[in-house]
């Protein structure tokens, strides 16, 4: 009686049961269950294959050392609104530079809003002015990537670069008008990411044409 | 002093991120403003952070962005970490929220690709080859996240990628228990119809 559970409820748990999250009586009543009931042990199986696919997805993998530099600079900076413990003494100086701190958020906000200037001895094409509809992708290479190498993989897609790399590392990348398909932009990144020379390909958040 | 390269991996399918006790430390640390603490904690949760915020925004460059706004968050409001539940649930929580917002700003950019019609999907999928390889597999099975809600992504990669189970989601999702197994149970119908290969046997089995 304690393990009768009904097929709704051993369905929806399912998931946990595959990811070794479920417990006691409730993981007893789902295994219960799955010995009389077809259905179930065929979804177990279909969650398992899901489980194990994403968990062999590769991540992205990109170096967190420029990152975290960024973010030591943003601590660098004036922060009028942080109350670090120490600074508790400050808060009627803390409000009054709150004020200030959301002019500056709001700065930030305008200024992520504008499109990004490119490092020194970076790419920008014509393609940035181009009015056409083109999709947009970001790619990121392997660190030993040479400039030629480069050049080719994405010539290779039918795409050029058109900014970067940011302080990231991240390329944005028009693909042609014949790439441009919601199918051919997938199938791009199908590509680019099987290729040694990338480490990440993804859309891009990057305007089109010339918004 | 040691390379944030060094030793880097991701752990995935570890029922935690990280080990909790190490966590609390460090934590405990960076409220009195300790900057190596937060360092470490950083070269911890870096690569579990960009993929999850990944994972949710679709959005390499929101990622990059979100993780150092995890961050900031940390480093602002450590002192307020409530032990309610563990550092990463609460971390994963910030992470959660913030990739929603990020995201929820930059969809004037991304609308094109998240409205691509769920049946045309669907058609695209069944019309696609067969897949030959796991590695099609995981294509296939990128694309069709694409097409669930950034909550559904969210629930489907807490539970397998870092193995949650539907309590820790709960509290990083901030909703109750029962939304968390509806969305997975929706999610799980999407995923069903735009990759079939996931209820057939891979030839190599």
């Keep these: 009686m304690s393990s009768s559970i009904e097929h709704q409820h051993a369905f929806e748990l399912l998931p946990w049961l595959v990811n070794g999250r479920l417990e006691g009586s409730e993981r007893d009543a789902v295994e219960a269950h799955l010995r009389s009931c077809l259905p179930c042990r065929r979804e177990l199986k279909e969650q398992q294959r899901l489980r194990t696919a994403l968990r062999e997805h590769p991540a992205v993998h990109i170096s967190p050392q420029t990152s975290f530099d960024r973010l030591s600079r943003r601590l660098a900076e004036p922060e009028p609104a942080t109350v670090r413990p120490a600074a508790r003494g400050f808060a009627a100086f803390a409000r009054f530079a709150a004020v200030g701190a959301a002019g500056v958020a709001l700065l930030g906000l305008l200024l992520w809003l504008v499109p990004r200037e490119p490092q020194p001895g970076t790419y920008r094409t014509l393609a940035d002015s181009a009015a056409a509809s083109v999709a947009r992708i970001d790619v990121v290479f392997a660190d030993s990537v040479t400039a030629a190498e480069r050049e080719h993989v994405i010539a290779d897609v039918g795409g050029e670069i058109v900014s970067g790399p940011t302080e990231l590392g991240r390329y944005t990348v028009a693909l042609d008008g014949g790439h441009s398909g919601d199918g051919d932009v997938a199938d791009v990144l199908r590509r680019l990411s099987r290729d040694p020379h990338v480490r990440f390909a993804g859309l891009s958040l990057a305007p089109e044409g010339t918004q | ?205």
Aim: charged letters at 30%.
């Design chain 2, 1 to 205: 002093m040691k390379n944030m390269d060094e030793g880097l991996q991701i752990r995935p399918g570890r029922a935690k991120f990280s080990d909790d006790a190490s966590d609390t430390l460090l934590l405990a640390r960076i409220a009195r403003g300790d900057r190596d603490a937060l360092r470490e904690l950083y070269t911890v949760y870096y690569h579990p952070l960009l993929r999850f915020i990944y994972r949710v925004t679709g959005q390499l460059e929101l990622a990059q962005e979100g993780i150092n706004d995890v961050m900031l968050v940390i480093w602002r409001s450590s002192e307020s970490f409530g032990r309610r539940s563990t550092v990463a649930t609460w971390i994963m929580g910030i992470a959660y929220r913030k990739a929603l917002k990020l995201l929820e700003g930059s969809r004037r950019w991304t609308d094109r690709f998240a409205s691509v019609d769920f049946d045309a999907a669907i058609e695209r999928s069944e019309a696609a080859a067969e897949p030959t390889d796991d590695a099609d597999l995981r294509d296939l099975l990128d694309q069709a996240l694409r097409h669930l809600s950034p909550e559904h992504r969210a629930v489907v990669e807490l539970t397998y990628f870092y193995g949650c189970s539907y309590d820790e989601i709960a509290v990083i999702a901030n909703c109750p228990v029962n939304t968390v197994k509806t969305r997975m149970f929706h999610a799980r119908a999407k995923l069903r119809k735009l990759v079939p290969k996931l209820g057939k046997d891979s030839p190599a089995t």
